[in-house]
């Protein structure tokens, strides 16, 4: 089992930027990938970005393309979520997950294993 927790969250003000960082334990962290979703009140989970294992393949949701970049460092088992030029829409509680399975659809949280307790991001217009 993987254990996941995440940070940075805090109040921005619109156009501003954020950092999260999400440490992972528990697991070969190299062996895993990781995303980012996000949860607004009243709204269903919906998926942010997500990292392949080695970090070559990223993937996005339309909504924080060009503004998000999600990293990772391995040897600090860490993954990072930048957000930039963040907008009001942009306020949700944002999760960090892990995925230990193989040739899975990143973009369906239904497919991470591990989920920490959240962080929330509020952004201010």
């Known amino acids: 089992q993987v254990q996941v927790v995440e940070s940075g969250g805090g109040l921005v003000q619109a156009g501003g930027s954020l950092r999260l960082s999400c440490a992972a334990s528990g697991r070969t962290f190299s062996n895993i990938a990781m995303g980012w979703f996000r949860q607004a009140p009243g709204k269903e989970r919906e998926f942010v970005a997500a990292?392949?294992?080695?970090?070559?393949?990223?993937y996005y949701a339309d909504s924080v393309k060009g503004r998000f970049t999600i990293s990772r460092d391995n040897a600090k088992n860490t993954v990072f979520l930048q957000m930039n030029s963040l907008k009001p829409e942009d306020t949700a509680a944002y999760y960090c997950?892990?995925?230990?399975?193989?040739?899975?659809?990143?973009?369906?949280?239904?497919?991470?294993?591990?989920w920490g307790q959240g962080t929330q991001v509020t952004v201010s217009s």
């Open positions: 997950a892990a995925a230990t399975g193989w040739a899975i659809d990143l973009r369906d949280f239904r497919n991470f294993d591990s």
């Open positions: 990292i392949g294992w080695s970090g070559g393949s990223t």
